[in-house]
């Protein structure tokens, strides 16, 4: 019926008369589906998805023939109840064998397809790869988390997200999270897309399924379970990779069941005095049970930083023959202190180095310090003191955890090894504190001025001045010192009036975390931002539904940092103010700048802290007795720092096109799958 007569109602239409044929527009009736065009009455109902022959969305055209209204009532609606009816015969149910084939079918698919970049791979020189294999792996843990939990729910996987609660569960490792998140999100916006609900039907139909709501969830989860399994079956396609080397937790199919007890490296219980030893092989699942109880105590960058050398410390324990705790001895930790003075520096930035075992990597060192000499240039080889004091603290970390769950590790020492800690005095001489003169250039930007275009031309003179991160950020960066991420992530809800006016309330976010207790503090929003049109802004990004108040610092489709991102867009642009007066450490300088100026306008030290959020050290009575500033103190000692951002001059509210429009931004990236 729908096919047919939907082309007979389209050539039912178009045998009316030339006087019939001409009119300005259709006009609706009160019954449903039921339009008037001059004098004739037509039905024109949007054809049932549940039609799968007929184009989706299309609609029907049936003239009635009829001028006459209480006519073409009665037979509108015997039509509606017709095709409903119609609808209803086809709400059939899919069975389980059914439900089957849909999944053998979609993982065999998804198999061919691996396959086929596994062989290219390995024609690439990377058979053995464990990148390669982590990918995989990493996409198909998110194409889980789509078939667990469908694609209704918006899964953050922090916190108390149930998506994170259920990979913590099936031991994937802390440190993918991250790119597993950034896989689910772009799988999602997929397969909320309609082109992803027609291929659904079109495969439904395909399998004499009956295409109804229901069942193209059950089949779209069924898909997305197939793709997880096949993703997730590594064992042939990525034989050749060392699985020592990746964090997942990875079992052979060859496996016998004692190898079960075995893979978890933990020796079995000792006999008499004997000491329980863990293995070095299972070092990573261990870090991964240290970084699971410190918590939210540890950011995302943390746990990275801790199993990163974990994975370094067992490669250079493997290159000595050690198998297990009992057998590291003093010597070992020299070697590994030894080994951070000889890698390059940037080793953790690069996937092809990360694979590297630790001989590998130190064979990089000194190709890296050769062609430096060659080329008359200081190689980048060997970590900062800062560095290995980091790597020290989280080996010291995963000590006491291994010794603490009562595996035999001797009592290291890192004295004479690790660097020593920067005396206070040397400390204030690192970084450059900027003045109030220093910064001013900036404000003479074409950011404020006027600039090309919203894109690559915001660096140059033109008529345009646009409200965003770029505009705001820099004045409240200046005036308040706070740190990137807890500006750059503010979201809309986090801005407040209060009886004595605007403020920011600096607090844990949806969108990002805050550094420790005293970072959440309520801030005054400085009078210049105001005169600015930072009251007009936020209206203007709370009418548009965003939670981030700079959503042009975010992403729709992959996980970022919008303190990264303004890092990168807005350096670029303050080099060019500042040209060769442009210090090291740009944004971080204008925090120090602040508490500068502050205290040399006479402001105490500790209000300078409350500000900044600090926690100052020294009496009693300021950690203990008393409570933080409070806003009118604030907004007192605020008013120390001079207003360097008077030749601004304000302009009409102009939003990013694309965050106007709610497109996504042009830099986005799809994440790699």
Known sequence: MPKGDAQAGVGAASTLGPTQGIFVMAVRHEVENLIRRGNIFYWRPRIPAAFIQCPPRSRLSLTLHCSDHRKAQIIGRKLNTRLAELKM???????????????????????????????????????ADVMEMELDLEVGWAYQLLAKFGTRSDLSLEGNCPGLAFLLKSEVPASHIEAIGANYRAELSIARSAGFEDGIRRLIYNFDIPDTALNRERAMSKIFEGR??????????????????????????????????????????????????????????????????????WEPATARDAMALVRMFKSVLAEHGVEHSGQIEQY???????????????????????AMSALELRAEGDRLRKAAEAAGTKAKVGLSSATIRKHFGNLQHFLKHVRGHGFDVADWSFEGLRPKKPKAGLIRLQQYKPSPKDIAPIFASPIYTGSLDCRRGRKKPG??????????????????????NEFAGLAV???????????????????????????????????????????????????????????????DRTRNDP????????????????????????????????????????????????????????????????????????????????????TIEPAPLQLLPWVENKQAPPWARKGKA
């Open 228 to 297: 997880a399994a096949a993703l997730l079956d590594i064992n042939d396609r990525h034989e050749l990779v060392d699985r020592s080397l990746s964090e997942f937790k990875l079992r052979s199919r060859t496996d016998d069941p004692s190898a079960d007890a075995r893979s978890t490296g933990k020796a079995p219980k000792p006999q008499g005095g004997e000491q329980r030893v863990v293995a070095v092989s299972a070092f990573e699942q261990e870090c991964e049970e240290l970084i699971a109880n410190m918590g939210k105590e």
């Open 332 to 354: 070992h930790i020299g070697r590994l202190r030894q080994h951070f003075n000889d890698i390059p520096t940037d080793w953790g930035r690069s996937s092809r180095m990360r």
């Open 493 to 555: 809800e986090d801005v407040e009036q209060d009886e004595n006016g605007l403020v920011i309330q600096l607090r844990t976010n949806a969108l990002r975390r805050l550094k420790n207790a005293q970072s959440h503090r309520t801030l005054p929003v400085p009078d210049e931002l105001v005169r600015l049109g930072f009251l007009e802004y936020h209206a203007a990004i709370k009418r548009l539904g965003y939670e981030a108040l700079f959503p042009d610092l975010f992403s």
């Open 89 to 127: 015969q086809s709400q059939e149910t899919m069975s389980k064998q059914q439900l089957q084939k849909l999944f053998e079918h979609e993982r065999d698919r998804e198999l061919e397809r691996l396959d086929d970049i596994s062989t290219m791979a390995k024609r690439n020189g990377r058979g």
């Open 563 to 646: 303190g990264d991102r303004f890092y990168d867009t807005f350096t670029p642009i303050m080099q060019e103010a500042l040209g060769e007066n442009m210090w090291k450490r740009s944004l971080h300088a204008l925090r120090h700048g602040m508490a500068d100026t502050l205290k040399q306008a006479g402001v105490p030290t500790e209000v300078i802290d409350d500000i900044s959020g600090r926690l100052s050290e020294g009496s009693e009575t300021n950690t203990r007795y008393t409570n933080p500033a409070g806003l009118p103190l604030m907004r007192s000692a605020l008013t120390k720092y001079p207003v360097i951002t008077a």
């Open 463 to 484: 008529r345009h001045i646009f409200h965003d991160a770029l505009y705001y950020l820099p004045i409240l960066f200046t005036y308040l010192g706070a740190r990137r």
